[in-house]
């Protein structure tokens, strides 16, 4: 295994081996993600974003934690129709995202909201706001809290995903389960088991990056 990955070394290598190199912005994005120890979902979490983003012809995507604005230039670019609403709740993450869409000329389809999601989401679910695709990707003991609003904006044949959600594969097994990370753990299997046997969900619980939760709204 790589580090704390949930998939095999030799598959993980042979995955980014092959996934095309990124360059110019977003290999700097990367680069700098890397040096300064900011998460970005894993290369095959974008990419599988980007297919779905095609194949389901996506617009309308709110994101829940933006970093440094790497998924969210890696969506929007994905659809050049699509535009992109970003929440993040640190002040100098916010102001670093707002300058990678600028250089990425792409200020005009992703716009960033500050704060914590915990407040903004039921705020832009008062003003009846609606996604066809909502990446959730932020404080991971806070997911349960922000599925209400998120799935009152999801329009029916909308699409929820989740990213993390097998956290390091503690989710999977106690034998993994740090002891300081109880609570989050706890919280991300109350999370799964409610997207699974949501009555308006399909949800596919996929060992991809960090595992991911993909959730069908059909009703
Ligand atoms: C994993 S990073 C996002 C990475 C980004 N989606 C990417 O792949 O490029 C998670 C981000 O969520 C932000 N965050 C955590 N809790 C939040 C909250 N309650 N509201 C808004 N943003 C939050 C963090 O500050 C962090 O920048």
Redesign the pocket.
């Known amino acids: 295994m790589i580090d704390d990955s949930i998939n095999y070394e030799y598959i993980l290598r042979y995955i980014h081996d092959v996934l095309p190199k990124q360059e110019g912005l977003l290999a700097e994005l990367e680069k700098f993600a890397k040096e300064h120890e900011v ?3 894993q290369p095959e979490t974008i990419k599988m974003l980007e297919v779905l983003i095609k194949l389901g012809g996506r617009k309308n995507i709110l ?6 604005g ?2 969210a230039v890696r969506m929007a670019m994905a659809n050049p129709e699509a535009e992109i609403q970003t ?4 002040h100098d ?1 916010a102001e670093y995202a707002k300058r990678t869409f600028k250089r990425a000329g792409l200020s005009d389809r992703i716009r960033l909201t500050e704060g ?3 407040v903004v989401l039921p705020q832009f679910a008062a003003d009846e706001m609606k996604f066809d695709m909502i990446f959730v ?3 991971k003991a ?1 997911y349960l809290n922000f599925f209400e609003p998120c799935m009152n904006m999801l329009v029916c044949g909308g699409l929820l995903v989740s990213d993390n959600i097998l956290y390091k594969g503690m989710t999977a097994t106690d034998e993994l389960v740090l002891h300081r990370k109880r609570t989050i753990v706890k919280r991300l299997r109350g999370y799964i088991d409610m997207l699974c046997s949501h009555p308006q969900l399909d949800t596919a619980v996929l060992p991809v990056g960090d595992g991911v939760a993909l959730s069908y709204r059909s009703v």
């Open positions: 998460p970005i979902s994101e829940v934690g933006s970093a440094i790497y998924s929440i993040e709740i640190n993450v914590d999601a915990n990707d932020a404080a806070q």
